[in-house]
Each structure stands twice: as C-alpha cells, then as structure tokens.
C-alpha cells in the first residue's frame, strides 16, 4: 500500500494536471526550469534562436507562435506532451530518453514530489506566458 504522501501527492498533481492554474512562485519555477531544460535551444525568449540551435539538423520553432498557430488556443496539453516525451519531438531524443529525462529521473528519485509530469505542467504554463 502507498504512503499517504504519496497518494496526496498524487492528486495534488493530478489536480495540477486538469486545469488548476500555477500561482507567482510556480511561475517562478516555471521560468527557471525552463531556462534551465527548454533555452539552449528554444532561446530565452521563446524564439527558437537558442545558442545551440545553429548546431541542430532540425529548425527549432518559435514557442511564441504555439496559440497562434492552433487558432488562438494554447494547447497545454499538446506542449506538455512534447516536454514529458509522451509526443516524439525528433530533436527531444525518443520516449524512453528526452534530452532532459535522464535528469528528471534522477531528480524523481531523490524528490519524489517533483514528478516530470509537474514540471512539464509548470514549464507548459510559462511557455502559455511567452504567447503573442
């Protein structure tokens, strides 16, 4: 049977997941995760002009055009997807190993409450943030 952290911690990101929107602080996080996992190639500011994207066999988008380019709506999920590895981005690596999964699994097992789909929920809302 699980802990009751786990469980709670559990729905909390769940909760998370279908619609709860982040408050200031996970915002916060939400800039420095992505910074720290999305701008060597997506830029700081969303661009897709990173200073590793000259380097790539593929053209980096601009996540400031995501709503804009699925009708005025921000596909939380579609981009959440591509972050978690659930969607294959060719230059995120395969399901098993996106460029940052080996980190976020490590992390997830020293910080079991950080769970990769969290941080995709709080990078996903950030990059909602960087919308034209």
Known sequence: MRPLA???G?????????????G?????????????????????EGHGNGPVSRYLNVRVPDLTLIKKKNDGIY?????????????IVRAHGDRQMP????IFRM?????PERTSLLKAKIIAEYVATLQK
Request: aromatic share 12%; hydrophobic share 35%.
């Open 107 to 111: 992390e997830q097992e020293k910080y």
């Open 24 to 44: 200031a602080a996970e915002m916060d996080q939400g800039k420095q995760l992505y910074v720290q996992y999305c701008s060597s190639c997506h830029g700081h």
């Open 75 to 87: 596909p939380a999920d579609k981009v959440m997807s591509a972050i978690d590895g659930r969607r």
């Open 6 to 8: 786990s469980v709670l």
């Open 10 to 22: 559990f729905v909390m990101l769940l909760s998370l997941y279908f619609g709860t929107k982040l």
């Open 99 to 102: 460029v940052w999964g080996e």
